[in-house]
């Protein structure tokens, strides 16, 4: 199994601050990677996929880079909304597999 | 927007089995794959498995082969994932997410509580 890690695990921002969060796979994964957002109690998100392609509706203020084994996921200026826990996952082979998870929260 | 609508919260005791159903629009059920995810209160998301709900073909975690089925009734474009021999390690949040090949998931149900508890 293709194992996916992110970091970090949990960090602080302001409002209006930059944001980056990584995921490495344990093997190259090509551009099969997808970035989810999810707040208390509510089902996630699905924020980007194919490494770097937002979905439909998603702010510009999120974006993604990277292909291989490493990811980056960006929030160009945290807004209120943002404040959540955000996961990755490799589609490149099954079994499909999340990071563990960033938990985003107001400093 | 595409709305997968699922079941209702269940509660089961030990060594039950559940069914839970996920209904997606018609028009396009069969052009997308089925994944189920769970999530324990406070844990990450755990990939279960995927189906094809055009030809049925399916594929599970390792960890859940041999207890979990996922079925589909084209009919009325409704997905279905039962779990057997349930442990009370199995109480979590279940969702199915809609997954384009090459695009990966983009929809999710709003999620079923299964809680299991003798």
């Known amino acids: 199994d293709i194992q996916m890690t992110q970091s970090p695990s949990s960090l602080s921002a302001s409002v209006g601050d930059r944001v980056t969060i990584t995921c490495r796979a344990s093997?190259?994964?090509?551009?099969?990677l997808a970035w989810f957002q999810q707040k208390p109690g509510k089902a996630p998100k699905s924020l980007i996929f194919?490494?770097?392609r937002l979905h439909s509706g998603v702010p510009s203020d999120f974006s993604g880079s990277g292909s291989g084994t490493d990811f980056t996921l960006t929030i160009s200026s945290l807004q209120p909304e943002d404040f959540a826990t955000y996961y990755c996952?490799?589609?490149?082979?099954?079994?499909?597999?999340f990071g563990q998870g960033t938990k985003v929260e107001i400093k | 927007q595409v709305q997968l609508v699922q079941s209702g919260a269940e509660v089961r005791k030990p060594g039950a089995s559940v069914k839970v159903s996920c209904k997606a629009p018609a028009d396009t059920f069969t052009g997308y794959d089925i994944n189920w995810v769970r999530q324990a209160t406070g844990q990450g998301l755990e990939w279960m498995g995927w189906m094809n709900p055009h030809s049925g073909n399916t594929g599970y975690a390792q960890k859940f082969q041999g207890r979990v089925t996922m079925t589909r009734d084209t009919s009325i474009a409704t997905a279905y994932m039962e779990l057997r021999s349930l442990r009370s390690d199995d109480t979590a949040v279940y969702y199915c997410?809609?997954?384009?090949?090459?695009?990966?998931?983009?929809?999710w149900g709003q999620g079923t509580l299964v809680t299991v508890s003798s």
């Open positions: 093997q190259g994964i090509g551009n099969s």
């Open positions: 194919a490494a770097s």
């Open positions: 996952q490799q589609y490149f082979s099954y079994p499909f597999t």
């Open positions: 997410a809609r997954v384009c090949r090459g695009c990966g998931t983009d929809y």
